[in-house]
């Protein structure tokens, strides 16, 4: 297993690094502006001075808009452009069917529930006990925040965030760049 690469290292990170330590795997340097001192590994201050070989890269930095979902979404993109892998990201503790597509950059945190036939997009993040029921698809760069529930065959667009405790009812699409506040029902 590679040596992962977390780019930002905020209170999204923390959620990272320890589904990647719990699966095995080790963290070598994490990207950020600010010395942080919860993590003990090389610190970069710019991605720049990163290079492919140096491991698979792991986007730290969450987004709980949709512009700042596009924004990590642009970055996760430019970052694979220069040739990095981002494997997902799974939890031990999180479910996954084997009959789900999960896209590179793909967050799955501790707790969270992905059904058969779900497809998960560029940099989406799973967030901690969210379920995301059969057929469901999450476009790119969106977040399902802690215990929202995705209903079966729903449509997430691109970068959009659904809220914390939130419910999506089935087979209802949300469109691009949506916010959904917590604890809501989203029923079209």
């Known amino acids: 297993m590679k040596s992962h690469i977390l780019l930002g290292a905020g209170g999204h990170a923390k959620s990272l690094v320890e589904a990647i330590t719990a699966g095995g795997g080790k963290i070598c340097a994490y990207v950020d502006p600010k010395v942080c001192s919860w993590i003990n590994c090389q610190h970069v201050l710019d991605e720049r001075q990163i290079e492919p070989e140096d491991g698979v890269l792991v986007i730290g930095l969450g987004g709980i808009s949709p512009a700042k979902l596009s ?29 789900a597509s999960l896209a590179p950059g793909t967050v799955i945190l501790a707790g969270a529930v992905v059904q058969p036939g779900v497809v998960l997009g560029t940099g989406v993040i799973i967030n901690s006990g969210a379920i995301v029921e059969h057929d469901s698809t999450v476009g790119a760069g969106s977040h399902i925040a802690p215990g929202a529930i995705i209903l079966g065959n729903c449509k997430i667009g691109t970068h959009c965030f659904v809220g914390a405790g939130t419910v999506v009812v089935q087979e209802k699409k949300v469109t691009n760049g949506s916010l959904i506040p917590a604890l809501h029902k989203f029923s079209g």
């Open 71 to 99: 924004v990590r979404l642009e970055l996760l993109n430019s970052m694979i452009a220069r040739g990095f892998e981002a494997p997902p990201v799974v939890h031990p503790a999180a479910y996954v069917s084997a009959n």
